[in-house]
């Protein structure tokens, strides 16, 4: 996981996620438009994750499984994961989607993450290694941060790769090589 000061790990823990809540919660102010300040038990109420993950290890609050992870995705991811446009869902789908299983109890969400990266996976270094640049805003524009990082790591192996090959000397002799040896007579 993301370390404190991880930016992407900060932007990925504000996603929102509806929760259910478990006790009546007094004070809150989460709608400034009600007429009271407080929001009654078995309420869906929305949260921003690292909330909702507090106060889902608080027992306050049920989480329910996030829309960009509903059973239409699932569908599409299945039947061609390298289509799907993750990014639109969540521009952190496989981040969030980590922290997300285990608060949701979903065994099969950590499934679906696994099988939908590890098939992107291929199609994305296929592409960064086969598409031109000029392609490169097309096929970007519908991955996630994760797959975004991958694409731009594989093209700037392949260029240095391209250059390496193209490049002057491969082999440069070691220094000691050029030295003769004394004769002991």
């Not at 996976?121 to 392609?135: G, P």
Request: proline share 5%; net charge neutral; charged share 25%.
């Amino acid at each position: 996981m993301g370390s404190y000061y991880d930016i992407d790990d900060i932007i990925a823990e504000e996603e929102p996620v509806s929760v259910v809540l478990q006790q009546p919660a007094n004070g809150v102010g989460i709608d400034p438009s009600a007429e009271k300040n407080c929001v009654d038990q078995g309420s869906k109420v929305e949260l921003p994750f690292w909330l909702a993950n507090e106060l889902c290890q608080r027992n306050a609050v049920s989480v329910l499984v996030p829309a960009c992870f509903d059973e239409k995705t699932r569908l599409e991811i299945q039947a061609d994961p390298a289509c799907v446009d993750l990014r639109s869902r969540s521009p952190y789908f496989y981040e969030f989607g980590c922290k997300m299983a285990p608060i949701v109890g979903d065994r099969t969400l950590g499934f679906l993450l696994f099988s939908a990266f590890r098939s992107r996976y291929k199609e994305l270094l296929t592409k960064a290694h086969t598409a031109s640049y000029v392609a490169a805003p097309k096929i970007l524009s519908r991955l996630t941060k994760e797959e975004v990082n991958l694409y731009e790591a594989a093209q700037s192996s392949v260029a240095a790769f391209k250059k390496w090959r193209v490049g002057g000397r491969r082999f440069q002799p070691a220094s000691v090589l050029g030295r003769k040896r004394r004769s002991d007579e």
